[in-house]
């Protein structure tokens, strides 16, 4: 009985926190004088909020798992685990049950590339395999420097044969800086985008979103950091912690993902643009090329190169060479031989009819 006296004691606990949240967070949201929302000063706000926890977090020493000594900030991060290459902090709050992750990893990409990647919502399931729908609900406006959106997720978890479904209501603030790009979230209610029956609708709170910046100035390597602070509502706090704690590891996915298509590409190009180099013997008429365990045959013999040129000639687009001494993948006898022919015959144009190419013994009609 004392057990379940202490769980029911937490769970209630938990409801007033988040009842709690809610209400901070319908204050932290401002107005214009005609009562509508001002989402262009709720996105500056959101913005530098998650700058500032970036910033504090910079100063956690991963070896000793705490805030390096020679800075004097006041910071309520903590190493917590590390995978994946990427370096997972946490942050409790002494008013709140739910913690606050973070994960931060680096990627072999350019920032503009992984930051459009992350603005497109048909992105979100590949790197986060929670989410089963994710659209943008209403464009509110757009710049060169930022956009604002209303999104909409949908979550379906599959733990011990039980699913288990959220759906979140949420105002995104896309932020382009010279040299950081930031993503941040905020739910928000929008007519637009009712609750749907028998599914709670989770909260995402005041500090989720994505970091992007140059790391050490390079233009293609980006410093990425992930922070997750959600409700997930009608959880207990020891559950959503445990569930939230591997969230971000989505920082890896998504390296994952883009590092799969540069590979891709490149092997793309390799197969398509190839150079091949022209024979100039015939030790040189057949060589094999190969990329990434793939072979690509090239069989290129005299006597069809010697064709190719022969067509060309008998176009115009170019006079044979005349006793040319030096080293050629023509048959030199063959091409004196035409020569004082084309001479006893005074023609204007060379007669490459009768020119007969050497018999390649490795060369069928088949090849």
Known sequence: MAALRARFSRNRAAAEHSQRVLTQQALLVPHLPNGDTDWNTLG???????????????????????????????TDWSYAYEEKDVVVLRKEFPDSPFHCWMGRTIIQRPMREIADFLQDPASVPIYDKHIVESKHIKVLSESETHKDVIAYYLAEARECLVTAKRDFSFFVRHTHFDDKYVMTVLSVDHPECPPLDGVPRAQLLEGSGWHLERHMGSNSRTLVTYIVHTDLKELPPIIANRVLKRQPLNAYYVKSHLMKLHLQEEQLSATFYLPLPIPQSHEDSQKSYSYSGRHFEEQLSVRAFTSRQTEIVNRGAVTLPQNDSSQSCWDSTQVSSH?????????????????????????????
């Open 339 to 367: 020569s004082h022919s084309h001479e006893d015959n005074n023609d204007t144009e060379p007669r490459m009819q009768d020119h007969q190419p050497a018999t390649d013994p490795g060369f069928t009609d088949s090849d």
């Open 44 to 74: 500056k706000m959101l913005t530098a909020s998650i700058i500032g926890e970036v910033l504090c977090a910079s100063y956690i020493d991963k070896k000793h798992r705490m805030a390096r000594p020679q800075f004097t900030v006041d």
